[in-house]
């Protein structure tokens, strides 16, 4: 007799679907087999039974020049888990007066009271981290154990930057992450179109050339191969990018590589939307053609790209308005936390680029093992009992209103997607169920990570 029992469904995980329930004690899962008994049964006749959700790419409440992103460490966790996420990976950035270790308390103090679901967080190392490179080992030993390195924007690293970061994390065996374009490349174009006259948002991914993601992708692949460290490739947006991923792959060099819901469901067209729609889907790298997005899902299919995240980061329709009349200003950043997992199914397994094996490998397990989460990402025994009853048949139209996200707009405003979360739980608790929250603030906890394992 277990505590829990989901009874009847279909167990997806990342090695193949098969018929079984799954007992469940406390917080973990104790048996995956047929026809156990719990004091509390749930029926997933009929339905897809997943790992929780593992989305390490996530931006709440995060201070981005004048603006914070919308969705607070409770209304962001909320959201994700209506959509099936049952683990988030946030980011943490060093004040110019504080240490590592302060800076992963501050940001604790933030999410650990709001979290509904387990979450971890990447430290960042910017320009003004160089100085205390020495304090990477004690971020590790905070759980912090991912490195996020930027290749654009103020805290942007030189080459000469990047070698010594990459060398710091390579000595902790940590695993860095990085957002890949070429700044002084984009800086100028920016230039030349603003000085030109060409100030809206069709401009911003003119401004932002694929052929340059790709250049910083394969730099920076090619400094951390020299120093000998695995590496992670953030937010990838085009076909010229997966070249290098799956090249460097294929020279047997420890590389991966992700893409989100706005590279695989919209093309550039939404930046010719009229007024602020145009500016709400502006996010970095720029969301690109069909023929890119339709190497995504290629890249996908293939495996050459492991992991699907959201990078979500959305603003309000104010925010992203004081952008208007110079695309270079527009806070960055759309809201996905919500959808990704099913989209991934509706897009993805329905369309036949995926195998639901695939889809859960990429949004569940591949995640997990890349983040060091050693429960997560899987259904087996021992792991902890995050798990989705996922409804093949159900139907949900995007909208603000459908979504539980609280930017107030959404860039899949009238996507209809087959397939949503029926019930998700998180350490053997329902958080979600039948379309209510039944949750509660701080019931998540900070994860402390291990080395990746992907
Ligand atoms: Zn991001």
Redesign the pocket.
Known sequence: MYDLVIKGGMVVTSASPFPADIGINGETIAAIGQNLDGRQVLDATGKLVTPGAVDM?V?LQMPIGQFTSTDTFYSGTRAAAFGGTTTIVDFVETQPDETMAEAIAARRALADPNVVIDYGLHMTIGPGDMARLDQVPEAFAAGCTSFKLYMAYGLRLRDDELLKALTAVRNVSGIPVVHAENWDVITELIRQNLAAGRTSPHWHPRSRPALLEAEATGRVIDIASFVGVPLHI??VSCGETVARIAQARQQGLPVTGETCPQYLCLTWDAYDAPGVDGTLPVCSPPIRDRTAQTALWQALSRNDLQIVTT?H?PFTYEEKATGLNNYSQIPGGVPSIEMRFAALYSQGVRQGWLSLSQWVAQCCTNPAKLMGLAKKGEITVGYDADLVIFDPDATKTLTPETLHETAGWTPYAGLTLQGWPQTTLSRGKIVVQDGEFVGGMGNGRFLHRTQANL
Request: hydrophobic share 15%.
């Open positions: 790419h931006h953030f937010h990078d980061c």
